[in-house]
């Protein structure tokens, strides 16, 4: 079992129950997916970007990357309709944990002057979402292999409807909050 799954089981739910006086197991919240998304606005006229793109996804989330499809055309923006316009990844179960472990334990130590990841990212429905400007900060990406340096999002879902719970639940699962002065 992943590291964080046990300490989800063994420490977090009982930790989570006596704060905010909830009865049941099952109504503890929980991490249901965490979704990798990169934009590409040069998608729609160089076909082999996509396919770098989708490669070094992959390599990041241990997952196949799909390609994301334009649904209709856009003249201001020079795009016909079913033209690549980015990549994700969506993952659960044991893969999203081991995700969420390398994102917290390696990859954020190594952003530029991190002070912590900001807690106003939430969406009002637990949601967390944290966007990267360098996909660089991840070991698995060779340096030499990019073209550009690219962005990427990463929504962080969970099944409660309350930002309070779900930050806590971040915290708890290690995700670090920056300190409020």
Known sequence: MNRLKEKYQKQIVKTIKKEFNLTNDLAVPR??????????????????IVKKVSDYISLIAGQKAIITRARMAEAAFKIRKNDPIGVKVTLRRKKMYEFFDKFVSIVLPRVRDFQGVSKSSFDGRGNYSIG???QTVFQEVDY??????????INFVTNTDNNKI???LLELFGMPFQKIK
């Open 166 to 168: 779900a930050l806590r």
């Open 31 to 48: 991490l249901t997916k965490i979704i990798i998304n990169v934009g590409l606005k040069e998608g729609a006229g160089d076909k082999g």
């Open 132 to 134: 990267l400007n360098d």
């Open 144 to 153: 030499d292999t990019i073209d550009t340096i690219r962005g990427l999002q």
